[in-house]
């Protein structure tokens, strides 16, 4: 799933960048809430009083944004944590997203995916797939996506037409491009028993 929730951030523009944030240990609580929420988890560095704190001093809970440090601290220590964060989603947001993608492409009759605990996808999409699988999600997330190309793939969405019916529009097109018997004009009166 970590692969589509790439291509989704990508569609949606949800871009990554570098942040830092500093904070004084004035005794007490161990706990410090970081400023942004959608950090990824993996870049995340401590340092105290500018020196590189090991990274099993600490630990992060993405749910609440917290780190609390197991490790010793003292009156006046300064902590700086650096990461790397997504400026509109989170991870498990996209996640979110991607899942009801799924649900969406066995309503439209393509495919059942089925999005496990451990955020894997079974059976596994292929490449074309996943594309589909992130156009659908970054419909459910801006709705504004107008275009989709790839070597294999291409789709237009004529503006002003809801999200239901971009996603119909998605999976008619993907199954047009596959080779798929019966053509299915995708600018076609889309009825509630397509």
């Keep these: 799933m970590n692969s589509i929730v790439l291509k989704v951030r990508d569609l949606i523009e949800d871009n990554y960048k570098y942040e830092f944030e500093v904070q004084e240990y004035y005794g007490g609580s161990k706990i410090f809430t970081l400023q942004n929420a959608n950090i990824d988890v993996t870049s995340l560095v401590a340092y105290k009083n500018g020196v590189l704190f090991a990274s099993s001093n600490y630990t992060y809970d993405a749910n609440t944004g917290q780190v609390t440090v197991t490790g010793t601290l003292v009156t006046a220590d300064n902590l700086k944590f650096t990461y790397n964060s997504y400026e509109k989603y989170s ?75 971009k996603i119909k529009q998605a999976v008619r097109q993907f199954n047009k491009a596959y080779g798929y018997l019966t053509y299915i004009d995708p600018r076609e009166e889309l009825t509630i028993d397509d």
């Design 91 to 165: 991870d498990n947001e996209i996640r979110g997203y991607i899942r009801s993608a799924l649900y969406h492409l066995t309503a439209e009759k393509y495919k059942t995916f089925v999005a496990k605990p451990d955020n894997t996808i079974f059976p596994t999409p292929n490449a074309s797939e996943e594309a589909l699988i992130a156009i659908i999600a970054s419909l459910l997330v801006a709705g504004s996506v107008r275009s989709y190309k790839t070597p294999e793939f291409a789709i237009q969405f004529e503006e002003g037409i809801s999200t239901d019916k």
